[in-house]
């Protein structure tokens, strides 16, 4: 079957700039909506259950969608369909990460995070452990999760609305990302949990109706011919048979082979660990609707990650990894590109108008995201570290926290903004494998031997967070992410020495072997009464909040 030449990314940039009226008017239209139910919401009490958890009152589906918004991020929509148009194979490994990792979520963390805990992952950890040292250990590193994944969404950002007004000198690309972190303060402190859930359930219902009709246009393109659609997306790769075939990215030398199982294995443990999903079982009222939660959010995202590697195929096959490559190195205009190509091609209104249509669901796809993650971090500052190192008695209400949780809001905003203009030149999803390789090798270790191992002691959980903590952020920074690469962080420079992309192979070992050592050398023993209390109250809900 005869495709579509691969057309040169330039003159589809230029083409999109012809329609960034429509554009700008869809981006303001979700921004007044968004802004208009944080008005509506902050008009209620302001205590701290309302804006850590929305009262508690979100159905299970209502939650489950909340909980997709939250989870498919720009690394989904933008990052991983711009790396299967480049990759093929080994661009799709990434989904099934992705999707794998829900499955331990539902069946170990759904429920019994839901008795357990409050408001954050600290409430969990602390339980049965002596409180300050565990909140401030975990605070940091949900904070250190939060930030990392913070700056894979405003970096695709960046990349889309650069790509959307045809700013390829970079001003737009930073402007957005100011923007976006800008509105991200506003929603999280004005409108807390609830107005964050209502607008990820408005952006999922975007997100997913507009790759349904996207994945439609593909197929019908190709005459529902998947094999057809196979072929065209090898040829338009430039890599052939190979495109088709594991090894392109994470083939060849024994250092790719193992960047892609450290990859792996961060992603599969990673979901378990991301403070912000962790928060989303907390809206709901019981623990069974935590775990019908997390089936309706295993279905929209297992469905969601189908059409996405139509959409990546479609862009190799449509538009041309060249194309997608030229446009952006890292491939986070894949589908923009493919959006306004089937629309009709460059200069053509219909193709103009979908991929204003694209973009600004993307860029609705990175307000919610970034929103639950600046409210999840800014919760761990107020209700975790604040909350941990205080003296004084808690105010009731928890007003204080609100207020300390604000304020956080802003500071967090402002780091992510300064670390995103320094990323910008990253794709999404290997920023997000890096955060997935953090909350793994931090949060997972000490979740885990927290709910099922009865001699896990309060130094076995400090020890098991900064003991995958550490380690993996600084394997990140001395590695090809930050330098020592055409795509790093810092491309001019070189001085890294670890060679993979992900730390988690290293990282995610190394913290549950710290938390074990913690437990097991002398000097401290485990309450055994407490530990009981939490077993009850994990199985049952028995006490719960």
Not at 193 to 215: H, N, P, S
Not at 424 to 452: I, K, Q
Request: aromatic share 10%.
């Amino acid at each position: 079957m005869r495709v579509r030449e691969a057309v040169p990314a330039h003159p589809l940039a230029a083409s999109a700039t012809e329609h960034q009226g429509l554009a700008m008017t869809l981006f303001t239209v979700f921004v007044a909506v968004t802004l208009a139910i944080t008005v509506w919401v902050g008009r209620r009490r302001s205590d701290s259950e309302e804006f850590f958890s929305g009262g508690r009152m979100f159905s299970p589906m209502e939650n489950g969608f909340a909980i997709s918004g939250d989870y498919l991020s720009a690394g989904s929509f933008l990052g991983v369909s711009g790396l299967i148009a480049l990759y093929g194979y080994d661009g799709i490994l990434y989904l099934i990460g992705f999707l794998v990792a829900w499955l331990g979520v539902l069946m170990l963390v759904a429920e019994l995070v839901r008795n357990c805990g409050r408001f954050t992952l600290a409430d969990v950890l602390s339980a049965r452990m002596r409180e300050r040292p565990v909140r401030v250990a975990a605070g940091t590193s949900s904070i250190t999760v939060s930030v990392l994944y913070l700056v894979a969404q405003m970096v695709g950002a960046g990349s889309l609305v650069s790509l959307l007004l045809g700013d390829q000198g970079g001003y737009a690309r930073a402007w957005s990302v100011v923007g976006v972190g800008t509105l991200m303060v506003v929603y999280v402190a004005f409108g807390g949990m609830r107005a964050t859930t209502w607008i990820q359930i408005v952006k999922a219902v975007l997100l997913l109706g507009g790759t349904v009709a996207l994945t439609v246009l593909v197929l019908l393109r190709f005459h529902g011919d998947v094999n057809g659609l196979l072929r065209a997306a090898a040829d338009g790769s430039g890599h052939g048979s190979a495109y088709l075939r594991p090894g392109l990215k994470y083939g060849g030398s024994w250092t790719n082979r193992l960047d892609f199982f450290s990859l792996g294995l961060a992603l599969v443990l990673g979901t378990a660990g991301l403070p912000h999903i962790l928060a989303r079982f907390y809206t709901v009222p019981t623990a069974r609707a935590a775990r019908r939660s997390a089936v309706w959010a295993v279905g929209l995202i297992g469905v969601f990650y189908l059409m996405t590697m139509v959409l990546g195929l479609g862009a190799s096959a449509v538009v041309g990894s060249d194309a997608v490559r030229e446009s952006d190195p890292a491939g986070n205009t894949a589908v923009p590109l493919l959006a306004l190509d089937l629309g009709g091609g460059s200069g053509s209104t219909g193709g103009t108008v979908l991929f204003a249509v694209v973009g600004a669901i993307a860029f609705a796809t990175i307000l919610a995201v970034v929103a639950g993650l600046t409210l999840t971090s800014s919760a761990s500052v107020a209700h975790d570290l604040y909350a941990g190192l205080r003296r004084r008695a808690a105010e009731p209400g928890g007003r204080e926290e609100v207020r300390v949780a604000r304020f956080a809001a802003v500071g967090i905003g402002a780091v992510a903004i300064v670390l995103t203009l320094f990323a910008r030149g990253l794709n999404t999803a290997v920023v997000v494998g890096v955060a997935f390789a953090v909350a793994a090798s931090a949060n997972v270790p000490a979740l885990l031997f927290t709910l099922f191992w009865r001699r896990f002691t309060t130094r076995g959980t400090v020890w098991a967070i900064y003991g995958g903590l550490v380690p993996a952020v600084v394997l990140v920074l001395f590695s090809p992410v930050v330098s020592g690469a055409p795509g790093a962080i810092f491309p001019g420079a070189d001085f890294h020495w670890f060679p993979l992309q992900n730390p988690g192979i290293v990282s995610i070992p190394l913290g549950f072997l710290a938390g074990w050592l913690g437990t097991v050398l002398p000097g401290e023993r485990a309450d055994a009464g407490r530990h009981a209390e939490l077993e009850v109250r994990s199985l049952t809900g028995a006490g719960a909040v």
